[in-house]
């Protein structure tokens, strides 16, 4: 054939941008295979130590093979008694939860189970990069509250054609923690109007001081709610991928369809391991957590110490951080610091349009002594007004990643 028509692609898909945090480390990745040493403040997970139960105690036959498309029953009633013990959320392991593969699939899920074309989704920023994205996935229109908005004032943003709110608790990036009193504000708001909540709570458990609500303990018959998490972030297992959302039993139903047409089951076997090793994972994994949430708040002094600004937050493993008086926007400061420095963070921008004049620090991999030094450069940097755009390209254009400056 020598005139062959042209095979097209959806024009919305060719439009949607990687996401940032990937892209970002994609660079640490190439830089480290080169033999330098980036300090990576960019990852999006803390490494645990946690030992390898005995998968001798499993049924290796049956995890070879399909298993029950909403979880293992077991493990859907180990995360059910999790809910009701630590957060005093009821939660019917049969009928309330399903397990996939890992939460990203599970909120695009969310997202196709409600968003018609044109509908809006509603995303108080700063936003995990993704959901903006699962929304025009889903042929819907990302809305966004802008960071400096508090709870009572997010009635003002919701419209006629608003289906769902979005909103992250605790916080990623910030920290931020919804109180009690703003959930209930929050889902009123919502509820009066015909709108769904969904709270991804993937942070639930990196909280000290003050106490951790769930929607499910606002909400509990779970009229109107999703609740969103996984254990990747608590339990420290992003590799394995696994997800689970906790809804009303008919929305759930609405879910295992969609589940079974996109993923079938989450890998059999892990969920075996998990379900069997559930409470003991946890008795490793718990106290590193609190571990971690002591060393954001060395961290937070060392901050302090330099003079660092950052978003109002007391969790999880990330800072939101002011980029100062940089004349940049918060893409050049990141591969300013990535390039000339080897520290790697996150762009603000990825986190939404109102939060373009901070940057991401993720302080889950790193020594403290290694966070220590890359602050004070951070800090060198938002001191600066001037820096070389055109330098920067050029080294930007050594790597083979869509990064326009």
Not at 89 to 112: N, Q, R
């Amino acid at each position: 054939m020598t005139n062959k028509p042209p095979l097209p692609l959806r024009k919305d898909m060719q439009d949607i941008p990687g996401a940032l945090s990937v892209q970002v480390n994609q660079i640490v990745y190439d830089l480290r295979r080169a033999g330098e040493d980036v300090c990576a403040l960019s990852l999006g997970e803390a490494f645990f130590d946690i030992p390898l139960f005995d998968f001798n105690k499993l049924d290796i036959t049956k995890g070879y093979h399909y298993s029950d498309t909403q979880g293992l029953p077991e493990i859907r009633e180990k995360i059910a008694g999790y809910y009701e013990r630590m957060y005093r959320a009821p939660v019917d392991g049969e009928t309330e939860v399903l397990v996939s593969a890992g939460s990203k699939p599970i909120i695009y899920m969310v997202l196709l189970a409600i968003i018609e074309p044109g509908d809006e989704v509603l995303i108080h920023e700063p936003c995990w990069v993704s959901y903006p994205e699962h929304t025009r996935l889903v042929r819907g229109e990302p809305k966004v509250i802008p960071f400096n908005v508090p709870a009572e004032k997010f009635d003002d943003y919701i419209t006629p054609k608003t289906r769902i709110v979005i909103i992250n608790n605790p916080n990623n990036p910030a920290g931020k923690i919804y109180s009690e009193g703003e959930l209930k504000m929050i889902y009123d708001a919502c509820r009066s109007r015909g709108v769904y909540l969904m709270v991804d709570e993937a942070y639930s458990d990196f909280v000290l001081e003050e106490p951790f609500t769930s929607i499910g303990t606002v909400v509990p018959d779970k009229d109107g709610i999703i609740i969103v998490n996984s254990l990747s972030k608590n339990l420290g297992m992003s590799g394995w991928r696994i997800g689970y959302v906790i809804a009303e039993p008919e929305f759930i139903k609405v879910m295992l369809k969609l589940n079974q047409h996109i993923i079938t089951c989450a890998p059999t076997i892990l969920l075996q391991y998990c379900a069997r090793y559930f409470d003991d994972i946890l008795d490793v994994t718990l106290p590193q957590v609190r571990e971690v949430v002591e060393k954001r708040h060395r961290i937070a002094a060392m901050m302090d110490e330099l003079g660092l600004k950052r978003m109002t937050g007391g969790t999880t493993f990330y800072f939101f951080v002011d980029i100062g008086r940089f004349p940049g926007t918060s893409m050049e400061f990141s591969l300013e610091l990535l390039l000339e420095k080897f520290i790697a963070v996150v762009p603000g921008s990825a986190y939404g349009e109102s939060t373009d004049r901070f940057i991401r620090v993720s302080i889950g991999t790193e020594s403290e002594e290694r966070i220590w030094s890359a602050l004070q450069s951070i800090k060198e940097l938002a001191d600066s007004d001037t820096f070389d755009r055109q330098r920067l390209q050029r080294r930007i254009d050594k790597f083979d990643v869509d990064l326009a400056i």
